[in-house]
């Protein structure tokens, strides 16, 4: 039997792939997405094949990352619950893609991932597989195994001489990429203990930024970032600099308690440096370049769309045609936007469209214009106002 493990070099996928070995006397490929979490990606590949696999394949996904994933999902405002950008959420359905692909390629019988029973990326992992290959078996080691928590999972390692990269110093797990870097268990298990000083790796902490702002500006095309500062930078390079710009400055930081997919809540802490950036430079724009109703009726739709994307569905139907509606209404969506980085905050101080900009300065002013007459207003508020009449005089009649 031939298995196509996502591995991480973590420690749940270093004990799933002597486990596998072991449970099921299989051939084990690693399979590692190098969706930007940088030197780990290498690391991983040694590992694997030090711990017992036949094969280590690593694949940079970082450019389809960024234009299939990140790129639609800023496109679309995704946000889950106000807070999350969905950086995990993103990375697990290319993954996914990249491990079927893996399995086809060696002939593999299965793919296994690391997920847990409790979490959200199990269903990520296994409904984008099957919506690629329906007749993939999957393996998910944390629903069949004996093991009941992490401190098991430190004592088989410690009795197999596999070296694992949780330590009392750093009592807690992370999951990186290039769009952020994502902290949970642990001590960070408790949403009343702050998250432990010196944890964040792509962020300063705000307190500790320049305490001189940085201006940037960055030009959209239908939806799209395509310059900074005037320079023109494909996705990766563009999400690159802005991670690095808007770290320096503690952007994007966000300690929530979500609701996952499976039912419970749950305590996360993510920093996301230039996804905050892109959002609030990506809102600017719109707010000059779309229609009043449109955008209303965009934004009633994006809890929908991001939930489609945390709960694991975007290879499903409902999210692809939710998708070819924000990407229609992004053709409008050119021009740039000015912000302000300082201590954590990212400020709007200019929005500009030369083509389609909706906002006329000649209509709004405050001065004597030619275009706009205000006894118009009267009648409209009249209109506005006759049900409203009509309900209070029915009240009133009923002595109410």
């Known amino acids: 039997m031939k298995v196509v493990l996502a591995y991480s070099g973590g420690l749940d996928t270093s004990i799933i792939l002597t486990w596998l070995v072991e ?21 991983a590949r040694e590992k694997a094949l030090k ?51 893996a399995a086809e390629a060696t002939g593999a019988d299965a793919i296994a991932h690391g997920a847990t029973g ?10 984008s597989a099957y919506a690629l290959k329906p007749d993939i ?15 098991d999972l430190v004592a088989y390692a410690e009795g197999h001489g596999i070296p694992i990269p949780v330590t009392p110093e750093k009592p807690y ?9 994502s902290y949970e268990g642990g001590v960070l298990e408790d949403p009343w203990v702050a998250p432990p000083k010196g944890m964040f790796r792509m962020t300063t902490d705000p307190e500790d930024a320049p305490d001189t702002p940085e201006w940037l500006t960055i ?24 991670n690095e710009i808007g770290g320096r400055h503690g952007i994007g930081r966000v300690d929530i308690v979500e609701n996952r997919f499976v039912g419970m809540k749950s305590r996360g802490v993510y920093e996301t440096p230039g996804g905050t950036i892109l959002q609030h430079a990506h809102k600017a724009v719109e707010s000059i370049t779309l ?29 692809e045609a939710l998708q070819a509606f924000m990407d229609d209404i992004q053709s409008r969506v050119s021009g740039e936007a000015r912000l302000k980085l300082y201590k ?33 207003a009267t009648g409209f508020i009249r209109l506005q106002a006759l049900r409203l009449r009509t309900l209070a005089e029915a009240r009133l009649g009923e002595g109410e």
């Not at 940079?60 to 959420?89: C, H, I, K, M, Q």
């Not at 109703?293 to 489609?308: I, N, Q």
Request: aromatic share 12%.
């Open 23 to 43: 449970t099921y006397g299989a051939e084990v490929v690693a399979y590692t997405a190098d969706v930007g979490q940088g030197e780990e990606v290498e690391e």
């Open 51 to 101: 711990t017992g696999a036949v094969e280590a394949i690593t694949e940079d996904l970082r450019a389809e990352f960024v234009e299939d994933y990140v790129f639609p999902a800023l496109r679309a405002n995704a946000v889950y619950e106000w807070y999350y950008l969905l950086g995990t959420s993103l990375a697990r359905p290319v993954i996914s893609k990249g491990l079927v692909r």
């Open 118 to 127: 409790k979490g959200n990326d199990q269903v990520r992992f296994e409904l």
């Open 137 to 151: 078996d999957v393996i998910a080691p944390w629903r069949e195994w004996d093991f009941k928590g992490r401190a």
């Open 173 to 181: 797990s992370m999951d990186a990429n290039l769009l952020h870097i």
């Open 219 to 242: 030009g959209y095309h239908e939806g799209n970032p395509v310059s900074l500062n005037g320079e023109r930078l494909d996705p990766v390079s563009m999400l690159t600099a802005l």
């Open 291 to 319: 229609d009043r109703e449109v955008a209303h009726l965009r934004d009633e739709l994006v809890p929908r769309y991001a939930e489609m994307v945390y709960n694991g569905f975007w290879f499903a139907p409902e999210r």
């Open 344 to 376: 954590g905050q990212v400020i709007v101080e200019g929005r500009r469209s030369d083509r389609y900009a909706l906002y006329d300065q000649a209509t709004v002013t405050f001065e004597e214009d030619s275009v706009y007459d205000q006894s118009d």
